[in-house]
């Protein structure tokens, strides 16, 4: 059975760190833990990852940073390195897609596979999607983009997963700021309904999408999501935990699944001119 992967991507809309400077590196840990509970049982499981940030140009239009897997690292297909640019305001904007492009076609050669199979889903150690869009690159550094996010208190918070946005009050410490959202039954339903289609296609099953969000049209589904962002003594932010619960069903037969996500942002004294690579 394939979890349904619960992204923790902020979108607050960031503002660029003045002390930011071309050649300033950090990196970014994502630790993942999930707790399954249901009647008379109880599983977890624990994953971890990482990636480094590095500023390559700071202008008026944004900062461009680029992303990259620690070194020695094995390669994640045709995803890294990537950069984007974080403008002022709004979401990341990819900028090598030329790049990318060059680089599916490589990883298809080399997988034996071609354009037909661009969005099956396969397994091999795990389970993953084929995908061949440059621009899905960006959902891969989303949830560890931390370290250009300023947020006030006040400020509308969203979560994917969230029916609305909700305020983020700012914590009694001084360092960070909180916010609680409500699970949208419905973005679930379409995840579970999303996540058997990728079932069936791994086993050769034929299941139409209609037919999956009908197995799930009736499920009982409630939860929270809780928001905890901590800041340095200069208002950066330096780690984002998530913690989503989400029940499944009721009584007896209900089953609730825990996920806590932390992404830290370290940064590395030593910075890299990119002229030099």
Request: hydrophobic content about 40%.
């Amino acid at each position: 059975m394939i979890r349904v992967t619960l992204l923790a991507a902020a979108l607050l809309a960031p503002s660029l760190a003045s002390a930011q400077a071309v050649g300033d590196q950090a990196q970014l840990l994502r630790t993942t833990r999930t707790e399954q509970r249901s009647a008379g049982s109880m599983s977890n499981s624990q994953n971890s990852d990482a990636l480094v940030e590095r500023v390559v140009a700071v202008t008026p239009a944004g900062v461009e940073l680029e992303y990259s897997l620690p070194p020695g690292s094995q390669s994640a297909g045709w995803t890294f390195p990537l950069r984007v640019l974080q403008p002022p305001t709004g979401p990341l904007q990819l900028r090598n897609r030329a790049e990318l492009e060059a680089r599916i076609d490589t990883w298809l050669k080399d997988a034996r596979l071609t354009r037909a199979a661009c969005g099956q889903w396969i397994f091999t150690w795990n389970a993953f999607r084929i995908d061949c869009d440059p621009e899905s690159a960006l959902t891969a550094v989303q949830p560890f983009a931390i370290g250009s996010l300023k947020p006030t208190e006040g400020a509308p918070y969203a979560d994917p997963q969230a029916a609305r946005p909700a305020p983020l009050k700012a914590r009694p410490e001084g360092k960070g700021f909180t916010v609680e959202l409500a699970i949208d039954p419905r973005i679930v339903r379409e995840e579970l309904a999303q996540a058997d289609l990728a079932v069936a296609q791994i086993n050769r099953q034929k299941l139409s999408l209609e037919a999956a969000r009908k197995a799930h049209a009736a499920d009982q589904i409630a939860g929270t999501i809780k928001v905890t962002i901590d800041t340095d003594s200069a208002g950066q932010v330096r780690r984002r935990t998530r913690i989503a619960t989400l029940t499944l069903g009721k009584g007896d037969q209900a089953e609730t699944r825990t996920t806590t996500e932390m992404v830290e942002r370290r940064p590395i004294q030593q910075r890299v001119d990119p002229n030099s690579i």
